[in-house]
């Protein structure tokens, strides 16, 4: 029961970091053949649309928490592209929930936790942000901005710290939390799913001695989300998200 509620304890942790909006210091480098990034931060300049939480359980599951800042969106649009991200994974989702926090309240905002296999990998460690960007940037109601959180994840020396590729389709910038790593991207919406460029294990690095600077917020709403999704976490683990898995899960074919 006790590990069980490691993903939760994570989540919550994160949800507190942001709420005081945790910045990382400016880097200079960017990736072979990537243009160089403009001098705004993601973090000041990009408001999320949407908050994922991804945390890696003991026995290997990775769970995902997803709160849409719209309390709008379609809940057959957010099913739907949690599941793509099963397809992109090659792990199918287990455990899908998808809901709306609060509805009576001004602070309601549909959801969906479940959990999959290929986000994180453990023989690296390393992550893989492709299946995420592409599933919900490119879903029937696309999200363009996304705040995304490897929760407990340490980066090492291959670990992306910012990217921008040459047609300008997307962007991307990470920082070092006390207890892993937020990424804030933007996803152009002109061209296909196809046509998207998306960044492998090397490029501008992120140094593991990296610390967070707190700062203003740069977005006050982030902090609400980040903290009704993780309380959503602590059910998905205690239900069914780690049952044991038939055969081995496939490996994805790319990032």
Do not use: W
């Not at 969906?112 to 029937?140: C, H, W």
């Not at 933007?186 to 610390?211: D, F, H, I, N, R």
């Amino acid at each position: 029961m006790r590990s069980s509620l490691r993903p939760l304890l994570a989540a919550l942790s994160l949800g507190f970091v942001v709420s005081v909006g945790a910045q990382a210091a400016p880097v200079q480098e960017t990736p072979t053949g990537a243009k160089a990034p403009a001098k705004v931060s993601l973090f000041r300049s990009v408001r999320p649309e949407a908050a994922i939480v991804v945390t890696k359980h003991p026995l290997g599951a990775d769970i995902v928490d997803v709160t849409i800042v719209r309390a709008d969106y379609p809940l057959s649009d957010l099913k739907a592209a949690c599941e793509r991200v099963g397809e992109l994974t090659g792990s199918a989702v287990r455990g899908l929930s998808v809901t709306t926090s609060n509805p009576s309240s001004p602070n309601a905002f549909p959801k969906a936790s479940f959990a999959t296999n290929g986000l994180v990998v453990d023989e690296d460690p390393q992550i893989r942000m492709a299946p995420l960007l592409r599933a919900f940037g490119y879903a029937k109601t696309p999200l363009k901005n996304l705040a995304i959180i490897y929760s407990g994840y340490v980066p090492n020396s291959t670990t992306m710290r910012r990217y921008a590729d040459e047609a300008g389709t997307l962007r991307l910038e990470g920082q070092r939390l006390p207890n892993g790593v937020e990424y804030r991207t933007s996803l152009a919406g002109t061209l296909p799913e196809s046509g998207v460029v998306l960044p492998g294990p090397k490029g501008s690095a992120m140094a593991t001695t990296l610390v967070a600077t707190p700062t203003k917020p740069s977005d006050p709403t982030l902090p609400i989300v980040l903290t009704v999704g993780a309380l959503a976490l602590g059910g998905l683990v205690y239900s069914l998200l780690l049952r044991p898995r038939s055969g081995a899960a496939r490996r994805p074919k790319g990032r």
